[in-house]
């Protein structure tokens, strides 16, 4: 019995000590957005040129044992230079200021307005996990679990999810990867903000239509559309059809982090009602790419449910199911999935996934498209008899409490419209 006890021990003691010298490998520099061939970044001259080259991040960097402890991800996609435009906020859409500052715990963004009217947003693809760093693993030392866990996103993903998405007939907000000079215009912001690599796309709330959509009156977040159901009741609705069919879009992507922020809503006047047609932001999570001891102890569906590596398959559908989807879906027929789950296994062909890939320079193509590829073309297979998992663990998962909705704390609506959105 003795030797059982000192073999766990020794065990235990072992996986300390590999989790700690995995924890300590890293590029210490810290550096992000770096420019390629250019000495003197202060001294650069970015009016005379059209593109740079730029990698990403370099603190992601690895040896094979922490590959091993903490996975490889997308480390070589992080660290791998692709030319990029530059823009100056003078010259971009016509000429576009600065109306805001945002982004969530993780990702800065300058929202910006252009000389049409239309609201851009700059989101940052090098992302801060720090706020979400749990004290007591800042105590442990062990917050690089966290910082390094962004190496599982991939720094470019939204570019083939836009094709895709617009492939088969679903809104996206049309992300363009740029790079964004320190210039005048930025001022105060040119700390934060200047000479880094950013995703540049449609805000999701816009009083001017982008969209191809006819009659469109503006483009809201999803607290201001249940704040306008809650108002109108009957005379809202929204498109089950397409948001069934961008959920299902969602799970052959890998795309787990699905919450109420995740979501803009284009309001289309049609018979003196209003329709309202659902708009996916954010797509940092697509692809996302779980390996190695640690990330796959915490990934566990009994630790972290929530975290869904994207594989093959589509495992544990508990973890996939928002209580979005509760809210907004638990009344939906559930003939639409299946419905759905068809037209897109039909629409999502071999030849569309491949366009959507050839989109991404070609060197992060030929890191990571083959793999990609084979995993989307995988889940698209399956997908229908997913929806069918998917409505189901939707209905199991109504009996639950679910209000607030995340980003929707603090809204004065009916008690009956906390339960579900057609509960008015």
């Known amino acids: 019995m003795k030797k059982i006890i000192y073999s766990i021990i020794i065990v235990i003691l072992i996986a300390i000590i590999a989790t700690y010298m995995s924890l300590n490998y890293g590029n210490k520099k810290q550096a992000i957005s770096v420019l390629i061939n250019i000495d003197n970044v202060n001294d650069f001259n970015f009016k005379a040129h059209d593109s740079v080259l730029v990698a990403a991040s370099f603190i992601y960097d690895s040896n094979n044992f922490k590959d091993f402890m903490q996975g490889e991800h997308y480390r070589d996609a992080w660290s791998t230079p692709i030319k990029v435009p530059i823009v100056f906020l003078d010259?971009?859409?016509?000429g576009s200021e600065i109306?805001?500052?945002g982004g969530g715990k993780q990702t800065k963004s300058l929202e910006l307005k252009a000389g049409n009217g239309i609201i851009y947003t700059l989101r940052s693809i090098n992302k801060n996990p720090k706020p979400l760093i749990p004290e007591f693993v800042k105590t442990l030392g062990l917050e690089n679990i966290i910082i390094d866990g962004i190496s599982a996103q991939h720094p470019?993903?939204?570019?083939p999810v836009a094709h895709l998405a617009e492939s088969v007939g679903l809104l996206h907000t049309n992300p363009k990867i740029v790079f964004l000079p320190k210039q005048k215009l930025l001022g105060n912001y040119n700390a934060e903000f200047g000479n880094k690599l950013f995703l540049l796309e449609y805000e999701n709330k816009n009083k001017f239509n982008w969209t191809n959509y006819k009659n469109v009156?503006?483009?809201?977040?999803?607290?201001?559309?249940?704040?306008?159901?809650?108002?109108?009741?009957?005379g809202l609705k929204i498109d089950e059809a397409q948001l069934v069919k961008n959920r299902l879009f969602d799970l052959i992507i890998g795309d787990w982090d699905r919450h109420a922020?995740?979501?803009?809503?284009?309001?289309?006047?049609?018979?003196?009602?209003?329709?309202a047609i659902p708009l996916g932001v954010d797509r940092d999570n697509a692809f996302f790419n779980m390996e190695g001891i640690i990330p796959s102890i915490i990934s566990n569906p009994n630790i972290v449910k929530e975290l869904r590596s994207f594989e093959d398959n589509?495992?544990?559908?508990?973890g996939l199911v928002q209580p979005f989807d509760r809210y907004f879906l638990i009344k939906t027929d559930p003939n639409l999935f299946i419905e759905q789950a068809k037209i897109l296994k039909n629409e999502l062909t071999d030849d569309i996934i491949d366009e959507a890939l050839n989109k991404w320079p070609k060197d992060i193509r030929e890191l990571d498209g083959e793999i990609i590829r084979e995993k989307i073309i995988s889940r698209r297979d399956s997908i229908v008899k997913h929806a069918v998992n998917f409505k189901q663990t939707i209905d199991i998962a109504g009996e639950l409490e679910t209000w607030p909705l995340k980003g929707c704390d603090d809204l004065q609506i009916k008690d009956s419209m906390k339960i579900c959105f057609e509960c008015f």
Do not use: C, F, P, R
């Not at 010259?91 to 016509?94: A, E, H, P, R, Y």
């Not at 009156?217 to 009957?234: A, M, Q, S, V």
């Not at 979501?263 to 289309?268: C, E, Q």
């Open 91 to 94: 010259t971009l859409n016509g």
């Open 99 to 101: 109306v805001d500052i």
């Open 156 to 159: 470019y993903g939204a570019i």
């Open 217 to 234: 009156t503006e483009i809201i977040d999803t607290d201001n559309l249940i704040e306008l159901k809650n108002e109108k009741g009957d």
């Open 261 to 275: 922020k995740q979501w803009g809503w284009v309001l289309i006047n049609e018979d003196n009602s209003l329709k």
């Open 314 to 318: 589509i495992e544990h559908m508990a």
